[in-house]
Every structure is written in structure tokens, then in C-alpha cells.
């Protein structure tokens, strides 16, 4: 059969990202209560498994040193399948070992996945294309998570939890879109080619700031917004699953839209909107105490997330184009430097006032508010900031 996915790259991007989203959102969505119900894990242990699924991200560097022996497309294709197969072996072995030790291998195909995503994602697309088609892939992303937990709570309104099933199910899923993606559809050879080494350049300062703030506030996000609504609103499990529902339902129809904002109005100007709206949301969230209101704060800062675009889209105008594998796993790097040491620092503060938390995530809003205003109305290589040259070269990196 002669199907136009094998011969369309923004198509193979499409594919990855559902495999992706298959095994990541089933794997994140069964976690806790398999965690505490058949391994009997208490916080000390999660906090120990979070902290490992965190390292791989961190270490996403070492991708462009992988990328010497294998190339990018292959080197995706093998981190779905790895994730795919970290994801089916979670619970055969219900123990705290097994568990550690499955959750290494899933984030390890699931960080390289991503990284390798988003450089083939700047290389395959054209600066024109890119912000419209990265939010339909996110679009597609939230639509495949829609359709795993929605099949997830139906199979559980019948059935009790088996989760050596349901991992089995999505792992089996996830690596046979591997296989697919490994034997019908051609390597397309890189636009290109790409620079297999490690560097740092000055010129790309302000996208690695933005880049480590974005994964600092996205931390307090993904640790303690959803916190917030469990213990100070005492949010059940059930109400959990459903809100991530409608966050994908919502970013499924949004993010689209988004895209196609960015490229009318500018990364400047759409960085703005998000960073003034997260200034508002997080100040909100240290002073809530209606649930409804909480609620629609959850929802309304899950939505911003599509505008991260805009930095990835900003790289891209800017980048030398044999840049882009390399410094996509590098910014994959700054931006987990915030996952290994946040959530414990913060924990900390959470205990004595959680309030205070969210007013650092405002902080962090409005210094990635300042920061953003650098970007031009026109960004690309020799216009990577608004400052002045000699300014610019006094740069911190």
C-alpha cells in the first residue's frame, strides 16, 4: 500500500508525536495509584522515582553525542520504541526496583524523543510554517491524550485497575507505531547537515534564558498547581482525570490557533500575552480559596503552555540552521537544570507557606516578561536582540 505518510516528513512528525503521547500519558495517568496500591510506595520513594525520571531530561545533551553514530530520524525512532518498551514493562514486577528502574528507561526514550522532535521538527519546517503546523502537532498531541484517558476511564467504569494490562496495551501500542515508523517509511536525508559537537553561543543568550525559565515555572506548574487543588481542596481522582480531560479537549482546539497567532503578531508580542497572564495566574494561586477559581486556574495555565511555542519558533529565525540539533538538546538540558533542583527547594517553602511558592513563579513571570521584550519584530541570524551590539556582546554566555 502506497500510503502519503511514507513520504511526507510532517507526517512522520505527526506519527511520533502520537506514539509519543500514547505511552507518556498512560504511563504519567496510572503512576500514583499503582505506585501506592500494588508497590506500596510512600512520598519518600516518589519523590525517589521523580527525581530519576528527571535525570535523563537532564542529560539530554549527551543526544548530540549520540547523533555521531546514528542519525536524527533513526535516533527518534529508537526512542519511541525504547519508551514504548519502558512503558509495557512497567508493572510486571510490582516492586520498588522494577519500578525505578522501568521509569529510567521510559524517560529515557521519552526525553530523547522529545529533544529529537523538536530539532527535526526547526529543520523539517519552514520559518513560515513552523509556528501554525508546532501547534497543529500539539493539537494532535492532545487529542491522542484525550483518547487514551477516555479510554482509560471507560475501561475502569467496567473493569477493576489491571495495570500490567494497560501498560502492556499502551507499551505494545507505542512500539508497534515504532516498527511502522522503522520499516515502511524512507529516511529522508537531513536539509542540513548538522554539527555533532557541544557549544554554547553567545548569540543564542537570551533563547537559553528564556528556555530555563520557561522549565522553572514549568516545574511549579507540574508539581504544585495540581497539589494545590488535593490538599488544600481535597480534588479527588476522579475529578483529577477529568480536568486533564478538558485540558486536552481545550488545548486540542486552541493550540492551532495559537500557532497561527504567533505568526501574525511575532514571538515578542505573543511571549508578552503569556508572561502577563502567568503574572496574573500565579498571584492568583497564592491567594485562591474558592475551588471553581482554582479550577480555572489550572485550566488557564495548562493553555499558556501552547504559547512556549513562540521561543522555540524565535530559535529558529535566529539559528545558524546546522545549530539546531545541537542547541536543541543542550536548551533540553537548561531547561531540566530547573527540574533537579526546584521541587525540592520549593517543598521546602511550600511547608512553611505555599503562597509563597506561586509569588516566586510570578517572579519568574515577570523576569521572563523582561527578557522577552529583547526579542525583535523581526528576528534572525546577526538580529537576535533588541540591545545595542556593544551590549549584546557583553552577553553572559
Known sequence: MNLKITKDRKSLLYVLAIGNT??????QVMLNNYAVENVGFTGEEIGILQSLREVPGFLAFTAILI??????????????????IGTAITAIYPSAFWLYFTTVVMSIGFHYLETLHNSLSLQWLSKAEAPKVLGKLLSAKAFSNIAVLGAIYFYLMFFPANYNLIYMLAGGITVA????????IPHFEEKVPQRKE????????????????????????????????????????ENVVLMTLVNSAMTFWLAPKIGALISIIGERKALTLEYIGLIIVFISYAFVDSVAVAIALYLLDHLFFAMAIAVKTYFQKIADPADIAATSSISFTINHIAAVVLPALLGLVWIINHSAVFI??????????????????????GNETRLPPKLAAQAPF
Open 67 to 84: 547523533m555521531i553514530f546514528i542519525r536524527q530520524q533513526r535516533f527518534a525512532i529508537l526512542s519511541l520504541l525504547t519508551l514504548g
Open 22 to 27: 500514547v505511552a507518556f500519558a498512560t504511563w
Open 360 to 381: 516566586i513563579g510570578a517572579g519568574i513571570a515577570c523576569l521572563s516578561l523582561g527578557l522577552s521584550q529583547l526579542i525583535p519584530d523581526k528576528p534572525m541570524m
Open 198 to 237: 557541544l557549544f554554547l553561543r553567545k548569540r543564542y543568550w537570551l533563547y537559553y534564558a528564556l528556555t530555563f525559565l520557561a522549565g522553572a515555572r514549568r516545574q511549579i506548574f507540574v508539581v504544585f498547581a495540581g497539589f494545590l487543588l488535593v490538599e488544600k481542596f481535597g480534588f479527588p481522582i
Open 177 to 184: 507505531i515504532a516498527i511502522y515508523c522503522w520499516t515502511a
